[in-house]
Nanobody
C-alpha cells in the first residue's frame, strides 16, 4: 500500500511562488513515474508535470517555463516548484504514482492565486 501526502498549498498573489511537496510512504519514489495533476470544479484532473525513474521530466504547456518538478530520493519525496503563478493556476493539486501499476493518488492540496 502506497500513501501519498501533499503539502505546501495555500493562498498566493499573482506572480508569487509556491512549492508543493508529495511525501510517499510504503514505497520508493526513485523507481516510480510520479506526477502532479490539478483539478478545478467541473473539470477533469489534468497533468501538470511528471518525472520518471531516470529523472527525465515532462510538462504540460501551462507549466512550461514556470513550474519545475523534482525528486529527492533520500526523502522519498516529489516536489513541484511553481513560479510566476497566475489566477488560472488556482486548483486542487494532486500527486500521483503513475507507474508501475497500481496507481495511487494523494488527497490533494488547494492552491489559490488571488490578489
Amino acid at each position: 500500500q502506497v500513501q501519498l501526502v501533499e503539502s505546501g498549498g495555500g493562498l498566493v498573489q499573482p506572480g508569487g511562488s509556491l512549492r508543493l511537496s508529495c511525501t510517499a510512504s510504503g514505497s520508493d519514489v526513485s523507481i516510480y513515474s510520479m506526477g502532479w495533476y490539478r483539478q478545478t470544479p467541473g473539470n477533469e484532473r489534468e497533468l501538470v508535470a511528471n518525472i520518471i525513474s531516470s529523472g527525465a521530466t515532462n510538462y504540460a504547456d501551462v507549466a512550461k517555463g514556470r513550474f519545475t518538478i523534482s525528486r529527492d530520493n533520500a526523502k522519498n519525496a516529489v516536489y513541484l516548484q511553481m513560479n510566476n503563478l497566475k489566477p488560472e493556476d488556482t486548483a486542487v493539486y494532486y500527486c500521483k504514482k503513475i507507474y508501475p501499476l497500481p496507481q495511487y493518488w494523494g488527497q490533494g492540496t488547494q492552491v489559490t492565486v488571488s490578489s
